[in-house]
């Protein structure tokens, strides 16, 4: 039986000057694709823009048409569509005609006054010709009535299963796609774009599926929307001078981006611009595919990743389409959101565009699911969670994600020299060394701090040796705001873009590397449940405890708490087991280490053995303070610090002479006026304290000073390898139960210590710089303020009563066992 429609239509291609075929999509391909190439349709998305211009003018244009008669059998004898597509589109393109024309005869005078006026059909007086033939069919009977063509038209539009644009599941998203050219089939292939390997060279400078993959993973995490926002979100909170000196302070190629952001503040335009980022990240990943360099399931992946993140920030198409006007203007420094009727109003007006539905009905929640599962494998790797958090501090690292690629030589330097200037950090040293990074005792004490603030319970402002800053207490009270917020990401993203460096310099084993990027993984994923967790932990800390010599990273943080696309969102949070980078102590034990005091650093991790190179400068400082050369005689050393120490000198050498003045008054007298050896002179300054009682060393008891040396060396010992790990726990152990046999609070071993410092030191003529600098530390670590000066504010003394509230979360050291008042 003949088909109405076919035949009609083979009718129809006769004004095109073609021969009479009843089946015009079957026509010889070279010879169709020839012809499509001479009317300017290169690939299928110039046919789907020209099927959406032939309806997009209101009114039926009879010329237009004509045309998507003939492109229909063209691209059907080219198998550029399917024959369910090509039936779809002719039934409609019929159809319009038989709704605007009531007969033959009127579409015809139609197209010969579009001939007239126009010229734009091939061939000369054959047109004619074949319009007159026609209609004598008509007249004649002989060929489709109008009326019966109407009817089989009305007939066909009525069938469920004929659809302009491809419409299973698994294809919706690549209706964003018509942004850039309308996708009229799927799936993608080298019919698509000829020149996609090309393009991507071009505009993108991608030359393998690895890079096609970089840029894809950054334009749905990062994009230019990131900088964008970032300067957006500055601008905003500064004067219109400061704006304009910020303007002027752009390099000459960012001159253009600079006016048209000010033009946008200035007049309130909404300050979002991500469908730029978004809809070319849904046209890369078709380009991907058409070079062959993405599989289908890869690359519908991608873009119904975009589509997930477009209705996830617009409501419609057509603010996804201003906000994608907005993007390009910024990037092209032109504002062109006057030209969004003439660039947008084909696709949102057409009765035939792509995007008729609505677009928060584009994906089902079982397409969405799926799309996140996928755009998570991609970053799956617990690398990726090392990107991502070094990325807050250095944008660049965005472009990595993906496979590993080798670094270029000028970056492996620049990470080597980084890890040597700012760390001391050396590969020769080996992957353990990045231990010392991890600190899980700090974020211990920042909890503690935290919640002690938000019961007002922290320690008094007034210690024995002043009081702190205005501005350091402030900083300690505001931790209060901190107590919903476990503190670890404080230390952890540090550690991460030390990591992040360790893995650029390439001269780390690589694997071990790794090992550690799970175990920060795991770590975080145990102290925070999500992305929105950890990044508000960030933010809060971030702002509580700003480096001052960097700015704030609070804007950069609250950008990926607030873009959808952000990485953070996108990682595999289903850790393994725990396992963290560096050991964790147990609170007894970050306690004994605290007793050293300001004699050091605070020693906010377990210490380990160094490498040779840090090795040597440690020897050095035990040889040049201590006389010690090896293991045996740190261990006696130790023993005599623990056991008698300094103040069994003081006791028996000096502590007599508080019981006779005389005698003390005759023996400096005798030293004064007399040649003094180095020993003899470090004896009469000894003496000369004792007369003065010179800050209490007569009445305080000095044993904190032992106490505070035994546990600095021991440290030094273990760091050395001299002490493993058992002598380093009896060390610290006897240290504690030491402290808490002569002491009952910090208050008292601080009085204790700086007596022992100040009674003790050498003569030299920096004593009162050095007790200055002691005493301001003292008050740091007994205040708490600011909060890293050292951690006795947050610790319970050794035997002493607990003074401290829970933390609100598992972000404590174990053994932390906790009275709740």
Not at 96 to 120: N, P, Q
Not at 257 to 265: E, H, K, N, P
Not at 649 to 666: D, G, H, K, M, V
């Amino acid at each position: 039986m003949v088909d109405p429609l076919y035949a009609w239509w083979a009718q129809q291609l006769v004004l095109c000057d073609w021969a009479f075929q009843p089946e015009p999509n079957t026509i010889e391909a070279e010879a169709a694709s020839a012809r499509l190439q001479a009317l300017g349709v290169n690939d299928r998305g110039e046919l789907g823009w020209r099927l959406v211009e032939a309806f997009g003018t209101g009114t039926a244009d009879p010329a237009r048409l004509l045309a998507v008669l003939e492109l229909l059998a063209l691209a059907g004898s080219t198998g550029w569509l399917s024959e369910p597509r090509l039936r779809s589109w002719l039934v409609r393109t019929i159809d319009e005609i038989t709704r605007h024309y009531h007969d033959l005869e009127s579409w015809l005078e139609a197209l010969r006054h579009a001939k007239s006026s126009e010229g734009w059909v091939r061939g000369d007086d054959g047109f004619w010709e074949a319009c007159e033939a026609l209609a004598a069919l008509e007249r004649d009977g002989e060929g489709i009535t109008w009326d019966t063509l109407t009817e089989w038209t009305a007939a066909q539009r009525q069938d469920k299963s004929l659809s302009l644009w491809p419409s299973a599941s698994h294809a919706q998203a690549w209706r964003l796609r018509a942004a850039f050219a309308p996708v009229v089939e799927v799936p993608p292939g080298e019919m698509d774009w000829p020149d996609a390997k090309e393009w991507l060279w071009r505009h993108w400078q991608i030359d393998d599926r690895t890079g096609l993959i970089q840029s894809l993973l950054w334009l749905a995490g990062y994009g230019h929307r990131q900088g964008w926002d970032l300067d957006a979100a500055r601008l905003l909170a500064t004067t219109a001078g400061e704006r304009q000196a910020w303007h002027e302070g752009l390099s000459s190629a960012e001159h253009d981006y600079g006016r048209v952001l000010l033009a946008f503040i200035e007049r309130g335009e909404p300050l979002e611009w991500a469908a730029w980022d978004w809809l070319r990240l849904v046209d890369l990943a078709w380009a991907g595919a058409c070079a062959g360099w993405l599989d289908v399931s890869e690359a519908e992946g991608f873009a119904t990743h975009g589509a997930d993140l477009a209705l996830r920030r617009y409501s419609d198409w057509s603010a996804l389409a201003r906000a994608y006007q907005r993007g390009c203007s910024l990037f092209e420094g032109h504002d062109r959101l006057a030209d969004m009727q003439r660039d947008w109003g084909l696709l949102l007006n057409s009765p035939m565009s792509p995007w008729r539905a609505p677009l928060q009905q584009l994906l089902s929640e079982e397409e969405r699911e799926a799309s996140r599962g996928a755009i998570m494998a991609w970053r799956r790797s617990p690398r990726h969670w090392v990107l991502a958090l070094a990325s807050v501090r250095e944008p660049e690292f965005g472009m990595r994600q993906g496979a590993i690629v080798p670094m270029a030589t000028e970056r492996r330097a620049e990470a080597l020299r980084y890890l040597d200037e700012t760390l001391g950090l050396h590969p020769d040293e080996g992957e353990e060394a990045l231990t010392r990074y991890w600190l899980p005792a700090q974020a211990h004490h920042l909890n503690q701090l935290a919640a002690d603030a938000a019961h007002g319970a922290l320690p008094a402002a007034d210690t024995p040796f002043g009081r702190p800053e205005a501005e350091d207490l402030a900083s300690l009270a505001a931790l209060k705001q901190g107590s919903r917020h476990a503190a670890t990401i404080h230390m952890a993203e540090k550690y991460a873009f030390y990591l992040q460096m360790a893995m650029d310099c390439e001269a780390f084993d690589g694997e071990a590397l790794n090992v550690l990027a799970e175990a920060l993984r795991s770590t975080l994923c145990r102290f925070y449940p999500d992305a929105r967790r950890l990044l508000e932990a960030w933010a809060q800390w971030e702002r509580l405890l700003p480096e001052g010599e960097h700015p704030p990273l609070t804007n950069e943080i609250r950008w990926h708490l607030d873009d959808p696309g952000s990485p953070f969102h996108w990682l595999d949070w289903h850790s393994s087991q725990w396992h963290e980078p560096g050991p964790r102590p147990t609170l007894s034990r970050f306690t004994a280490m605290a007793l050293v005091g300001p004699l050091n650093n605070a020693a906010w991790s377990e210490p380990h053995v160094e490498s040779e190179r840090e090795a040597a400068s440690i020897r050095e400082w035990i040889d040049g303070h201590y006389g010690l050369h090896g293991q045996a005689e740190l261990d006696e050393f130790l023993d005599f610090l623990l056991e008698a120490g300094d103040r069994q000198e003081y006791q028996i050498n000096y502590a007599p002479y508080t019981l006779n003045a005389q005698r003390l008054a005759s023996e400096i007298a005798m030293l004064e006026t007399g040649e003094c050896s180095e020993e003899d002179r470090t004896h009469l300054l000894r003496l000369q304290r004792v007369r003065d009682n010179t800050d209490g060393c007569n009445e305080l008891d000095m044993t904190a000073w032992d106490v505070a040396q035994a546990v600095d060396l021991a440290i030094a010992g273990r760091q050395l390898g001299w002490l493993d790990g058992a002598a380093f726990s009896a060390v610290l152990e006897r240290a504690h139960a030491l402290a808490a046999e002569h002491y009952g609070s910090w208050e008292a071993y601080s009085r204790g210590l700086y007596a022992g410092f100040s009674f003790f030191m050498g003569e030299t003529p920096e004593r009162e710089s050095f007790l200055v600098g002691f005493r301001q530390a003292l008050v740091a670590w007994l205040s708490g303020a600011p909060p890293l000066a050292g951690p006795w504010a947050s610790l319970d003394f050794p035997g002493a009563r607990p003074r401290h509230w829970a933390p609100m979360h598992i972000d404590t050291l174990p053994g932390d066992v906790k009275t709740l008042h």
